[in-house]
């Protein structure tokens, strides 16, 4: 029977090219987007659902799995940035980043487990999370990211694996309101002197979903071009 994944920012970026991976390699895929709708395609359906808010979690999921039978994988890769400095956040667009990146992959988390018996969970967490970045406010969510990552492989085991990638900077929507400056800065820093495709972490994401993986739990698999070395 083909497996499934339950993929969150499904519309776009790394959950975009996520999308087309496990596709390629002929799984069937429930994607999940806020605003971008997409229509439904040969083994991928796809469901509106905001991830800030746990009734729509609750709904889309359902859904999904009542359309599909079974989930194999869910990856988090709803993600949103602030592009502020602390002092420059107001209490709307805090929650806002912290409910995305943080609360909504929490509770996309548990909403999954109602339904998958066995498989395996990728979180997307960042480099912002291992250096620290100019939005500290993204940084501290990214780095909970990790942290939930390992406490769920702990509580998972031995049925589910649970792992995160940690990518550098990546040509996505969320690196267009970066000051061009700080974008220079940063490609300058990366060894490889280019930035990643969302391509190369959506790879990464396939390789810890798959079998190839099967050893593999509470692991970051860094996909920086050389951003950080750890």
Same mark, same amino acid.
């Given at each position: *029977?083909? /497996? !499934? ?13 996520? #999308?087309? $991976? @496990? ?22 359906n796809y469901y509106q659902l905001d991830v800030a808010e746990p009734e729509s979690i609750k709904k ?33 667009? *805090?929650? /806002? !980043? ?13 909403? #999954?487990? $109602? @339904? ?73 820093? !990366? ?5 990643a495709k969302p391509e190369d972490v959506a790879n990464g994401i396939y390789f810890l979903a798959s079998g190839d ?18």
């Open positions: *029977m083909d /497996k !499934v994944v339950f993929i969150t920012g499904a519309s776009r970026g790394i959950g975009a090219a996520t #999308v087309k $991976k @496990f596709a390629d390699n002929g799984w069937k895929v429930a994607g999940f987007y806020q605003k971008n709708k997409i229509e439904n395609s040969n083994n991928q889309a999921f359902e859904q999904a799995f009542a359309d599909f039978g079974r989930v194999d994988c869910l990856v988090n890769c709803a993600g949103v940035f602030g592009y502020k400095s602390l002092a420059d956040y107001d209490w709307e667009l *805090m929650q /806002k !980043v912290i409910g995305v990146n943080e609360v909504g992959m929490y509770w996309c988390t548990k909403e #999954v487990l $109602k @339904f998958m018996q066995e498989g395996a969970i990728v979180n997307i967490s960042s480099t912002a999370a291992q250096v620290g970045s100019t939005d500290p406010v993204y940084a501290g969510t990214k780095a909970a990211v990790l942290g939930f990552t390992k406490a769920m492989a702990k509580a998972l085991a031995p049925k589910i694996r649970v792992n995160c990638v940690a990518p550098g900077i990546t040509e996505t929507d969320l690196i267009k309101g970066m000051n061009k400056e700080r974008f220079q800065e940063l490609q300058n820093a !990366v060894l490889l002197k280019k930035v993986a099967g050893h593999i739990t509470g692991a970051c698999l860094d996909i920086n071009g050389g951003y950080v070395l750890r």
